[in-house]
Each structure stands twice: as structure tokens, then as C-alpha cells.
């Protein structure tokens, strides 16, 4: 392959991914979350879902897991301590620090939510065949792996759930 043919090929999938990233954007909006009685808005569950899956995070700790700063991650981790979906605890190895962790109400929370997201990716799947989707599963992961490996103060493991 050429040169030129590459790197037509590289752009047309940063073409792609671009694309599926706002497109994703718009259809986790689509979803109405705060219509399933227990719903989460986007910045909410992608919080919780961090937690309840690899937490509890000291609040610096999390604004670097999903890339957003500090002020933003502080606001919206009380707005979930609020609502009773997560609570901080003494850091036992800085009691002067704390960490996020999610409470039992925020683990039932997030499971409906990762539900309706599930739900969501089997029906856009679905006219998919079981190779189509572990073809596009084992690629997908593998590109996510490729980028873990690329950022600063990732762990592809981590990354990949």
C-alpha cells in the first residue's frame, strides 16, 4: 500500500470516529434518562459509573479518570452526594483526605442506567450478526487499548470496562 492510500485510510477513519463520537453525543441526549423515574443525565452516569465500577476515587483522581477538571467533577460529585448516590469517606491511607464512593441507592441506580444503556446498544445491534458484533467488539477494544497506551495515567484494563 502506498503512502498516500494509508494515509487516505487513517483519515477516513478519524472521519469515522469523529463521527461516532458526535453521533454517540446526540444519542445518549435522545435518551431522556431523567424519564425513567431513576434516570441519570450523561455527566451524572458517566461519574457514577466510574465510581461504582473502579472507586472510590479522591475527587483529583476522578476529574483525571474522565478528563474533566477538577471544579466540574466537584460539582457534580455533590449534586450525586445530594441525591444520595454517593458518599465520602476517610482516604485510610491520608486521613486527611477523602474519597468518593458510591452508596447501595447509587449502585441500584447505576445498574437501571447501565440497563437502559444496554438495551440501547442491543438495539442498534440488532440487525447485527454474532460475528459482525464480536469482529467489531475485538477491533473496537483494540483501538480503545491503543489509545489507553498512548494517554499519561491510564490503565488499558481500567479502560476498557
Do not use: C
Not at 478528563?67 to 449534586?79: F, P, Y
Not at 483526605?97 to 449502585?107: C, I, K, N, Y
Amino acid at each position: 500500500m502506498d503512502d498516500d492510500a494509508e494515509l487516505a485510510e487513517h483519515a477516513a477513519i478519524g472521519r469515522q470516529v469523529g463521527r461516532f463520537i458526535r453521533l454517540s453525543e446526540r444519542l445518549f441526549a435522545t435518551l431522556k434518562w431523567s424519564d425513567a423515574g431513576r434516570g441519570l443525565e450523561r455527566p451524572a452516569y458517566v461519574l457514577l459509573s466510574r465510581i461504582a465500577v473502579d472507586g472510590p476515587f479522591r475527587l483529583s483522581a476522578l476529574a483525571t479518570e474522565v478528563a474533566l477538571d477538577l471544579s466540574t467533577v466537584s460539582r457534580q460529585v455533590a449534586a450525586l452526594e445530594s441525591a444520595g448516590l454517593v458518599r465520602r469517606a476517610t482516604d485510610p491511607t491520608d486521613r486527611r483526605a477523602s474519597l468518593v464512593e458510591v452508596t447501595d441507592l447509587g449502585r441500584d441506580v447505576f445498574a437501571e442506567n447501565k440497563a437502559r444503556w444496554l438495551a440501547m446498544w442491543q438495539e442498534l445491534l440488532a440487525g447485527w450478526t454474532p460475528e459482525e458484533r464480536q469482529i467489531f467488539a475485538a477491533l473496537f477494544t483494540q483501538l480503545n487499548q491503543t489509545l489507553a497506551e498512548k494517554l499519561p495515567g491510564t490503565s488499558s484494563e481500567r479502560d476498557a470496562r
